[in-house]
């Protein structure tokens, strides 16, 4: 596993920055831009998500790193809450619920691993360096995710 030098080279904040130009995409269509609320709602949650990985890699400890990433994880159950709303009031369809709700759990399921990743590794403060657990990530990505019908 290559040591991670910028928050840029992670997998994870890769996926949720294209997660979050998806979401402001759906969500400058139709009805849904002009629901001010739910519209700046979930882009605020998306935001969340890409930014708190970003915070947490930069804080330089590994226990501020979980934390924030704990942080991305609840704004990821936030997102998939508003998404059924968004697609309960027509602003969304059934496909693009799918689309953003498989990569929302599936950023999700990577969030989980890679803090378990880093509770697990025993890092010493002084010595701290981020890796990924590649073999984890692949596994999530490669699953087909089950959504149930809305």
Not at 5 to 12: G, M, Q, T
Not at 25 to 37: E, G, P
Not at 112 to 127: E, P, W
């Amino acid at each position: 596993m290559a040591t991670i030098e910028r928050f840029e080279d992670l997998k994870i904040w890769q996926e949720a920055r294209v997660l979050a130009n998806l979401t402001y995409r759906v969500s400058s269509l139709s009805n849904f831009q002009k629901d001010f609320v739910l519209r700046d709602q979930v882009r605020r949650a998306v935001v969340s998500i890409l930014s708190n990985i970003a915070e947490g890699f930069e804080r330089n400890s590994p226990k501020e790193f979980v934390h924030f990433l704990s942080m991305a994880k609840g704004s990821a159950g936030e997102l998939r809450a508003q998404l059924y709303l968004s697609f309960d009031q027509n602003y969304i369809d059934k496909k693009e619920f799918k689309e953003l709700y498989d990569k929302v759990t599936t950023i999700s399921k990577m969030l989980s691993g890679l803090m378990s990743y880093l509770q697990n590794a025993n890092l010493r403060k002084k010595n701290y360096q981020v890796t990924e657990p590649e073999a984890l990530y692949q596994r999530i990505i490669k699953q087909r995710i089950k959504v149930n019908n809305p």
